[in-house]
């Protein structure tokens, strides 16, 4: 069964550091792995896409890692601000067959001042 | 910039009864999803629909549930006889491609009373 297991689920830091989200999956054959941000009642807003032969992926002060032969994914934000806080999630979409996404429960990060 | 946009906002509905849920997804993408999320949960994928057929589906979009694209601009999904467990956020997604980024909408919230 596909599966993508987010850690840590909850997450406190101060204003102006740097943290660091993990991403496992079990989804297979792979397709992309995706990151999300996710305000409280509002839609997700894409942060990376990553493919089987992509590393690293920045946007900003966002940069996602990807070991494929781990199936593992990080989500590193530096320089955090209090408007990071918000719940980032992993997608992990499969290839061939079905392409139905498969979420994580998301990692809830506050920033605090 | 382009946005997708979801109405209404909020909608209640009594038990049984059949709701339509609208979205406008950015006029240039091909690709369009239904997703919800329960509250406190993780997002959940419904259905996928590309070239004015439903290319995915997950277990939850049952013959309850359906698609359609009525008018070359808007994107529903209806709620034939609603339950009170369909109480969620749903949210519209469209992407120009299926390996792109993905917009979502703000989301409807659902609540069945």
């Known amino acids: 069964k596909n599966q993508v297991e987010q850690s840590p689920q909850s997450l406190i830091i101060l204003e102006g550091k740097n943290c660091t989200l993990q991403?496992?999956?079990?989804?297979?054959?792979?397709?992309?792995l995706r990151w999300y941000k996710q305000d409280t009642g509002r839609g997700p807003v894409s942060l990376t896409i990553m493919t089987f032969s992509e590393n690293t992926k920045s946007n900003g002060r966002y940069t996602a890692t990807l070991d494929a032969d781990t199936k593992q994914s990080s989500l590193h934000i530096t320089a955090s601000q209090l408007s990071d806080s918000a719940s980032y999630i992993c997608?992990?979409?499969?290839?061939?067959?079905?392409?139905?996404?498969?979420f994580g429960r998301g990692t809830s990060l506050i920033v605090h001042p | 910039e382009p946005e997708v946009t979801q109405t209404p906002s909020h909608q209640v509905t009594q038990m049984g009864q059949e709701v339509i849920l609208r979205c406008v997804p950015i006029?240039?993408?091909?690709?369009f999803y239904w997703y919800r999320q329960i509250l406190g949960q993780k997002v959940e994928f419904l259905v996928s629909f590309y070239n004015n057929e439903i290319s995915e589906k997950s277990e939850i979009f049952d013959d309850q549930f359906s698609v359609e694209r009525p008018d070359g601009s808007n994107f529903t999904l209806k709620i034939r006889s609603t339950k009170l467990e369909d109480s969620a956020m749903y949210f519209c997604?469209?992407?120009?491609?299926?390996?792109?980024?993905?917009?979502f909408g703000q989301g409807t919230r659902l609540t069945v009373v």
């Open positions: 997604a469209s992407s120009a491609d299926m390996n792109t980024e993905a917009f």
């Open positions: 991403c496992n999956y079990t989804v297979s054959p792979f397709s992309n």
């Open positions: 006029s240039n993408h091909l690709y």
């Open positions: 997608v992990v979409s499969a290839n061939g067959g079905s392409y139905i996404p498969t």
